[in-house]
Every structure is written in C-alpha cells, then in structure tokens.
C-alpha cells in the first residue's frame, strides 16, 4: 500500500505529477474505427490493375466502333456492285483491293479487269484487312481505294468559267449535307455542260468515295471548289458579272419565266432547311420549279438536274 501511495504521488522533475497526462481527445479511438471494405484494385484510380482495365475498354470501344479515317487520306468504295459501277465510269481510285478467299463472279472477275486495264495496282488482302480498312465490314471482298479529292480554288473556278466560251453556268450548294445528292448534282451540272461546283468549306457534304461513286465518274472531270464563306464568294461572283440565282418553292419567279442564258450562278438549298437567310439575302432572284400536283418541294438534286436542263435548252436555242 505505501508503495502504492508512493508511486501515485510521485511527481516529475519539472513540478508535475506523474499521474497528469494530456488525453487524445478521442482521436485515437476514431482512428480506430472501421472504414468499410477496402476498394478493389480496378476501382482504385491510382493502381495498376485501374489503369489496365481502362486501357482494355477503350480497345473494346475501338474494335466496336471500326477505325476512324483520318480526314486527310484515302476513302474505299466497298461491295462487288459498288466497285464495278466506280471502275466503269473511270473513277482515279490507286488501289484494288481483293479478298485472298474470295469466290469470283462475274462482278469480280469484271472489277480486276478494269483495274488491270486502268493500271491500277491490285492488292490481294485478308479478312481481317479489309474489314479494318472499310470499317462496317460489308465488302464483299472488293475495296477500291479513292484518294483524297483535290478542290479547286473557288476564284480559279470562277475564272474559268468566264473564260470558257459559253457564258458560266455555276452551282452552289447550301445547307446539303448527304453525300449522294453532291454526287447527283454533280453529274446533272456535267451532264448539262455546267463549269462546276461550289459548297461551303464547314457544315457542309464532301467529295467523299460516295459522292463519286453517285457522280458516276462525274467528279473526276468537273471541278469543285470550297468556299470558306458562301456568301462572301456568292457576292464576289456577283460582282465579277454573275446573276445569283436561289431554288426555293416559294420564289418569286418561276423557271418558266427566268431567263438563264447569261452567266448564271444557281444556288440549291436542302429539301428541309432551303437556303440559309444570308444566302438568301444574297440572291439576286428566288426561282421557283412550277410542278403539277400536291408534290411541294423536289429532292435538291433533283430540283437542280431540272433548273440545269432547262437553262441548257435556253441556250441551245439562243446559240450560247
């Protein structure tokens, strides 16, 4: 017991008693508490095992979604249809490229002679290469590649146009952004002895390997010139002498009554959107194709094939 009495009453050196200590404040019990169970490593950001799994997801997203062309290169035209159609009508493409399995037809045994003939270089290629090359897999076994198009200038267009003997018949396009209504045009402003074609730079289709394969080799003779503001060109080649002319069913001339034998610029909207108000603006008349029935409104390729054919007639007769 003295012993005891002793040790309780002892005090330290500096005056204080043994007994006195400073408590934790309960930190050291909280610290103690449980925390739940511990993450595994894939949800732990800063471990190895989290950043492998993501790495694998993003791969399994890639091989979902097909490889992304990059927007400089070559397209490819896919299918035994496709190909032959694009051959047929001259199409620059640099590339056949052959399945090593696949059961030639007539379409194939067709498509390598053409290439043949056109010197073009024929690549014999597996499965798995074609289906990387054309993404969505529906080749067929025949790819042909299609280099990037190459624009033309959209004030060398112009000058080209007012040097060639006939007056200039352009056409621009607004608000189209489907590939094959650029294609059809294309081939309807060819076929009826247009200079070319001007589309925006941005918002806008592009001679992709679908417009050519839609132009039926159109777009390898016609040029075709990007603007990086529509309007802006629209009103240089207005002042430089051209009639800017604007498709929309509710215009305030009909084609009936327009007279397109001078240099003229005809300018398509899409079917849903028409023409863009600052192009319309622009305008120096709004033309209207007059059609029979309850049709309100034609396909833009359409409606530009028919405005193209009667100003061809109206020169025919007139001798420009």
Not at 65 to 93: Q, T, W
Not at 153 to 170: G, I, T, V, Y
Not at 197 to 215: E, G, M
């Amino acid at each position: 017991m003295a012993g005891n009495s002793k040790r309780k009453g002892a005090v330290r050196k500096d005056g204080s008693k043994k007994g006195q200590v400073v408590g934790s404040g309960g930190n050291r019990r909280r610290g103690l508490e449980a925390r739940g169970a511990t993450p595994k490593a894939v949800d732990r950001t800063y471990h190895a095992a989290h950043k492998k799994a993501k790495a694998a997801t993003k791969s399994v997203a890639g091989q979902r979604s097909g490889p992304r062309r990059k927007d400089d290169g070559p397209e490819y035209v896919v299918g035994r249809n496709p190909v032959v159609e694009c051959l047929r009508a001259g199409i620059p493409a640099t590339a056949l490229y052959v399945m090593s399995t696949i059961t030639a037809d007539d379409r194939v045994r067709e498509a390598i002679a053409l290439a043949g003939d056109m010197g073009i270089a024929i690549l014999e290629a597996g499965k798995p290469e074609l289906d990387r090359l054309t993404v969505n897999g529906l080749h067929q076994g025949l790819a042909l590649q299609v280099p990037e198009y190459r624009y033309t200038h959209a004030d060398d267009l112009l000058a080209d146009a007012l040097a060639a003997p006939h007056p200039p018949l352009l056409v621009a396009l607004d608000n189209i952004t489907d590939p094959r209504n650029l294609g059809a045009v294309i081939r309807s402003v060819a076929a009826f002895g247009g200079h070319g074609v001007l589309i925006p730079q941005r918002r806008s289709a592009s001679v992709t390997a679908v417009a050519w394969r839609t132009s039926a080799g159109a777009a390898a003779r016609l040029p075709v010139a990007q603007a990086p503001n529509l309007t802006r060109t629209l009103v240089d080649w207005a002042k430089a002498g051209c009639q800017i002319v604007g498709l929309d069913a509710g215009g305030d001339v009909t084609l009936d009554e327009y007279d397109g034998t001078g240099p003229v610029v005809v300018v398509v909207g899409s079917e849903g959107k028409g023409l863009s108000r600052l192009v319309r603006d622009t305008c120096d008349s709004v033309l209207s194709v007059p059609m029979a029935g309850d049709v309100e409104s034609l396909n833009a390729s359409v409606a530009a094939g028919v405005v193209l054919a009667e100003f061809a007639r109206q020169r025919r007769i007139a001798g420009v």
